[in-house]
C-alpha cells in the first residue's frame, strides 16, 4: 500500500510570494489532515478534511492561508504572500474515518521564507 | 482546550541504559486516546505506541508505556536505549469521535551515545 505523498519536497520564497502543496493521501483514508511543524516543535494542526467537507479550519490563517479537497481524495494547501514566520515543514496526514485512531504522515514540505 | 506536555527537549543516555520520556496532559475530554509518535530524521512522524485504557501497559519495538488518567501521565520507557532510537519523540492525544483531531507536545529529542 502506498504511503501518503506530498510535493514539493522543499520550497524556498521570498516574502510575499504564493506557494502551494499537495498531498494524495493513503487509497481509501477519507479523513486528511494538514500541520504546521515549526523548526524544534511538535506537529500543529491547521484544518482537517472528511472527504471534500472541511470539518475543522479554525487554527488556518485564514486570510493567507487556504485549502482545498475538491473530490475527497487529493488535497492543496495555499499560501498568499508567505511571511518569514510561515517558515515550517508542513506533514499531510491521512486516515481512515475515525474508527481507526492512528494517523499516517506523509515526508512533508520543507518551506522557507526569506 | 487540550494540552500535552513533554517537560524535556533534549534527553541524552548512553546505549545500554533505561531511559524514561515524559508527557502529561490536560484535557476535559473523558475518552481519549493517547500515542507516541517518533520522527527520524527528515521522516514523517510515525506511530510507536497508541493506548486509550487507564492503566494498562502497551508495548511496541521495546518500548513501552502505560495510561494514568489519576496523573494525567503517559511516559514512555526502554529498559536498554539503543543507537537507532535516536530520533524526536512526541506525546499526542486525541478526542476519540473527532476525527481523531490530534494534539501534540513540542517533543522530546532522544539522543543515545555508544
Known amino acids: 500500500e502506498a504511503g501518503v505523498t506530498q510535493s514539493p519536497r522543499y520550497a524556498v520564497l521570498q516574502e510575499g510570494q504564493a506557494v502551494s502543496f499537495w498531498c494524495d493521501p493513503i487509497?481509501?483514508?477519507?479523513?486528511l489532515y494538514w500541520y504546521q511543524q515549526p523548526r524544534d516543535q511538535g506537529p500543529q494542526l491547521l484544518v482537517y478534511?472528511?472527504?471534500?467537507?472541511?470539518?475543522?479550519n479554525s487554527q488556518l490563517p485564514s486570510d493567507r492561508f487556504s485549502a482545498v479537497r475538491p473530490k475527497g481524495t487529493n488535497s492543496t494547501l495555499k499560501i498568499q504572500s508567505a511571511k518569514q514566520g510561515d517558515t515550517a515543514t508542513y506533514l499531510c496526514?491521512?486516515?481512515?474515518?475515525?474508527?481507526?485512531?492512528?494517523?499516517?504522515f506523509g515526508p512533508g514540505t520543507r518551506l522557507t521564507v526569506l | 482546550g487540550d494540552s500535552v506536555t513533554q517537560t524535556e527537549g533534549l534527553v541524552t543516555v548512553t546505549e545500554g541504559l533505561p531511559v524514561k520520556l515524559n508527557c502529561t496532559y490536560q484535557?476535559?475530554?473523558?475518552?481519549?486516546?493517547f500515542f507516541w509518535y517518533v520522527q527520524y530524521l527528515n521522516e514523517a512522524p510515525q506511530v510507536l505506541l497508541r493506548?486509550?485504557?487507564?492503566?494498562k501497559r502497551t508495548e511496541h519495538q521495546g518500548f513501552h508505556a502505560t495510561l494514568h488518567k489519576s496523573s494525567s501521565s503517559f511516559h514512555l520507557q526502554k529498559s536498554s536505549a539503543q543507537l537507532s532510537d535516536s530520533a524526536l519523540y512526541y506525546c499526542?492525544?486525541?478526542?476519540?469521535?473527532?476525527?481523531?483531531?490530534?494534539?501534540f507536545g513540542a517533543g522530546t529529542r532522544l539522543a543515545v551515545c555508544p
Open positions: 484535557t476535559t475530554y473523558l475518552t481519549i486516546a
Open positions: 478534511f472528511r472527504d471534500e467537507a472541511v470539518i475543522d
Open positions: 499526542a492525544l486525541s478526542q476519540s469521535g473527532s476525527f481523531n483531531k490530534l494534539t
Open positions: 496526514a491521512s486516515s481512515r474515518g475515525h474508527s481507526s485512531y492512528e494517523q499516517y
Open positions: 487509497s481509501g483514508h477519507d479523513t
Open positions: 493506548s486509550s485504557t487507564d492503566n
